[in-house]
């Protein structure tokens, strides 16, 4: 691995209080949704991706929506993100002081209409006077293209496809783009081919990358992002996670995990690790079943340990 390529520091977005808590089946408080909004922002992250404007019968979890959002500390320097899946969304967001909302399609027409109930095209065709409600409100605006990587339903996804949904969004003026691996079916050579065919057809972009660890390969594609020039990654606290409209669904990549892995390769998130590995172990506790996370259980790379003693015999 040539080091000379890597860059000096990353941008990691926070999603464990949504993607990671909209699959969990029991309820989740908003005090306790607060409680680990509280203990994230301590960790130094930058930005929270914090909720979701679905429809209550859609996504239960997450049907506090605006109390959360009402209710979490401003002035932090933090930046709350939530995903929004039309213009009533955008509606709702607008009240809440949001610094940014996520639209969101897939690339799959199959997923797009399990996840969203409607066509790629039709999703297309509400995304302008959703863009235009949010920047009229002084919100940023990112897109997200799930399936990126490939489809439960319909297996790859061709890049080409990929290429021609980012063209529509950069026709719009959106120039802040997430490619999201929504099932976890990409690998690092998938993720590499992909990412420069994406770079070169549109260098001026933001580019962005949300992998999930469905099959294990969530850190080695985070790699291969990285490699190929990417410095901003979504992740999810203890490794929560999973789309509810997808078979088998798994977790995202953990955030301390990766978070940890930088670390030790040089490159700063500005993030303390210590802290956010007591946000995994807090969110562990609410929940009340073990997560997925190996740092929160190991401690980070550079915590060493006492040699054991041993009696010598005599």
């Avoid at 979890?61 to 993100?81: F, H, K, M």
Wanted: aromatic content about 4%; proline content about 6%; charged content about 20%.
């Amino acid at each position: 691995m040539d080091c000379k390529v890597l860059p000096s520091q990353v941008t990691v977005i926070e999603v464990g209080l949504r993607d990671g808590l909209q699959i969990i089946d029991q309820k989740v408080t908003t005090e306790d949704k607060l409680r680990l909004l509280m203990s994230l922002i301590e960790t130094g992250l930058s930005d929270l991706e914090v909720t979701s404007f679905v429809h209550p019968k859609g996504v239960p979890q997450l049907s506090d929506a605006e109390e959360l959002l009402l209710a979490a500390p401003r002035d932090t320097g933090v930046n709350y993100w939530a995903l929004v899946p039309n213009e009533k969304g955008v509606e709702r967001a607008v009240k809440c002081q949001l610094n940014g909302i996520s639209v969101a399609l897939s690339v799959s027409e199959s997923h797009n209409l399990a996840n969203m109930r409607m066509s790629t095209e039709e999703s297309i065709a509400r995304i302008p006077r959703m863009v235009s409600l949010a920047w009229e409100a002084g919100l940023n605006v990112r897109a997200g293209i799930g399936t990126s990587f490939g489809c439960p339903f319909e297996g790859n996804v061709p890049p080409d496809r990929v290429i021609e949904i980012i063209s529509r969004f950069v026709d719009l003026g959106v120039d802040n783009i997430l490619l999201a691996d929504t099932t976890g079916m990409a690998d690092p050579i998938k993720v590499t081919k992909l990412l420069q065919k994406v770079r070169f057809a549109f260098p001026e972009i933001t580019l962005a990358v949300h992998f999930h660890n469905t099959r294990g390969a969530g850190m080695a594609n985070v790699l291969a992002a990285l490699l190929s020039g990417i410095t901003i990654f979504d992740s999810s606290i203890g490794g929560l996670g999973g789309c509810p409209f997808a078979p088998n669904a798994a977790g995202n990549v953990c955030t301390e995990d990766m978070v940890n892995m930088f670390h030790q390769m040089g490159i700063n998130t500005g993030i303390n690790i210590d802290k956010l590995i007591t946000s995994a172990h807090l969110a562990q506790e609410i929940l009340g079943f073990e997560l997925p996370g190996q740092v929160m259980k190991a401690g980070p790379t550079d915590q060493l340990h006492p040699l054991p003693h041993r009696e010598v015999p005599g």
